[in-house]
Structure formats: C-alpha cells, structure tokens
C-alpha cells in the first residue's frame, strides 16, 4: 500500500480564495482523520471519520471549514474563503488505535 | 479533557549518548499512548504504543518507552542516539479506542557529532 496519500502538497492561494485539501486514506482503514499543524497551536485534531461519518467535528475551527467522506477511498477538506491565519500543515491520517499519516500539505494563504 | 505536556522544547545530545525524552499526560481513564516522530517536511511516523499489558514497550530504530501510572508519564529513551535520530518527537495520548489522538507540543531532537 503506498499509505495515505495527500494533494496537493503544496498550496499558495490569495486570501478570499476557496482551497480543497484532498486525502487518500490506506484501504480498509475505518477511520480517517483531519489535523492542522502550526507553531502557535501545535498538531490539532480537526474531525475524525468512521466508515465515512464524521463523528466528531469539535475541532473545526470556523464555518469556513468543512469536510466531506464521500466513500471509503477519498476525503476533503474546504476552506472558504481563506485568511493568512488558516497558513499551516494539513495531514490526514487513517487508521485506528495506530494513526498513519500522510505527508502533509503545506498551505499558505496571502 | 485528554491532555500532553511535553517539557523540553529542544534538547541536544551527542551521538552515542543515551536519550530520555519527557512525556506527561492527563487522562481519566486508562490511556492510550503513543510516540511519533516527524523528520522535517515530513508526516508523522509511529515509534511505540501502549495500550495495556507490560509497562515497558519496545519500538522502532531501537526507541523504547515505559509507562508509569503513579506519575502519569510515559517518557521515551535509547540508549545510544544516531545522527539520524534528529527530528521532532512528539507524545500523544488517545481515548478509549486510540482514535481522537491529542499531542503534546513536541521536543526536537538535535544530535552533536
């Protein structure tokens, strides 16, 4: 399995802009997972997914983001519209008792 | 609520040296505990976890951690560090299923020739 996979690794968007971070969770994983990286906050738990429900979305931090699991294979995370302050690193994670990261996607908003 | 205090912020160590690397937690329950590392530009990878069982748990690249609940620690160690050991350690404690995982602020992990 070539593990969690994310895209784009790396995005420069202006703020205002909408952003969609994706994520490709290992097969068979029942669980998925959101998490935002920063100096200020460290590594914060977004939402979780269990066999594509979101079961906890307390992380979140505005109504400017959401997330969606429309089947088992393919995840997003939407941002709209961006600010400077989202800038940070998205992972996606999937797995349970054992998270298995993906490589991040470095978000910058200008 | 499930909370990690990682104490140190950096340490530096030289290569050969034993590490410890300090992790306390807060949880209502039994936890469940993990060590990640994370090389720069890179996800996170799973070092060790406990879950139950034998309070000393063996890892990946020779890191082992002990679980000790009267001092609600879980600190990791090697006993002889590798210039390639140098990244961001970060501690993490879940709930009852191991999912929800919270982290603690991290050590980064610089090793001396």
């Known amino acids: 399995d070539a593990g969690v996979i994310q895209s784009p690794r790396h995005e420069v968007t202006e703020m205002g802009q909408e952003v969609t971070l994706r994520c490709k969770p290992i097969?068979?994983?029942?669980?998925l997972f959101w998490y935002r990286q920063t100096m200020m906050r460290g590594l914060e738990l977004l939402i979780y997914?269990?066999?594509?429900?979101?079961?906890?979305d307390s992380g979140m931090p505005e109504d400017r983001f959401s997330a969606k699991m429309p089947n088992a294979s393919f995840s997003t995370l939407k941002i709209q519209p961006s600010e400077p302050r989202d800038s940070a690193v998205y992972f996606c994670?999937?797995?349970?008792?054992?998270?298995?990261f993906g490589q991040g996607t470095r978000l910058t908003v200008v | 609520a499930q909370s990690v205090t990682q104490p140190d912020i950096h340490i530096t160590v030289s290569e050969g040296a034993s590490l410890e690397l300090r992790c306390n937690y807060s949880y209502g329950a039994t936890p469940y505990l993990f060590w990640y590392v994370q090389s720069p530009g890179q996800g996170l990878q799973l070092l060790l976890k406990y879950f139950s069982g034998d309070t000393l748990v063996q890892g990946i690249k020779g890191f082992e951690a002990e679980f000790k609940r009267s001092q609600s620690s879980f600190n990791l160690r090697k006993p002889s560090v590798h210039w390639s050991d140098a990244a961001e350690y970060f501690c993490a404690v879940g709930n009852n299923a191991g999912n929800m995982l919270t982290f603690g602020g991290g050590t980064r992990l610089m090793v001396k020739p």
């Open positions: 994670a999937s797995g349970v008792g054992e998270a298995f």
């Open positions: 997914f269990n066999n594509n429900v979101p079961i906890d």
């Open positions: 097969s068979g994983h029942d669980y």
